[in-house]
Nanobody
Framework: QSQLAESGGGLVQPGDSLRLACAGS????????IGWFRQAPGKEREVVAC????????YYADSVKGRFTISRDNAKNTVYLQMNSLKPEDTAVYYC??????????????????WGQGTQVTVSS
């Protein structure tokens, strides 16, 4: 059974850093496009970052560009989201997803096939 599991969330202060991990089981993440999405209360799920299956091209939402970095550790079958200079507006539940049909970047959550359970990130002073 293919599954994803996020970890690494928590409560931090503005300007701090966190690294989220998305661990795969039952399938190999490096062969799939993986996206990090977030959902704040009362808002729709939005894409934060994505890494493609074909050539590891990356995409970042404008709101996180220059602060967040998505990367793969193929040996650990894990995709990371390094988040620096966190802001209160980054507060949300963060989800990782796998789009098993995409070759390139995939920014539409409805096209993703597998999701993790989510991890809460709260940025507050």
């Amino acid at each position: 059974q293919s599954q994803l599991a996020e970890s690494g969330g928590g409560l931090v202060q503005p300007g701090d850093s966190l690294r989220l991990a998305c661990a795969g089981s039952g399938f190999t993440l490096k062969y799939n496009t993986i996206g990090w999405f977030r959902q704040a209360p009362g808002k729709e799920r939005e894409v934060v970052a994505c890494i493609s299956s074909s050539d590891s091209t990356t995409y970042y939402a404008d709101s996180v560009k220059g602060r967040f970095t998505i990367s793969r550790d193929n040996a650990k079958n894990t995709v990371y989201l390094q988040m620096n200079s966190l802001k209160p507006e980054d507060t949300a539940v963060y989800y990782c997803g796998a789009d098993i049909e995409a070759m390139g970047i995939s920014m539409i959550s409805d096209e993703y096939n597998y999701w993790g359970q989510g991890t809460q990130v709260t940025v507050s002073s």
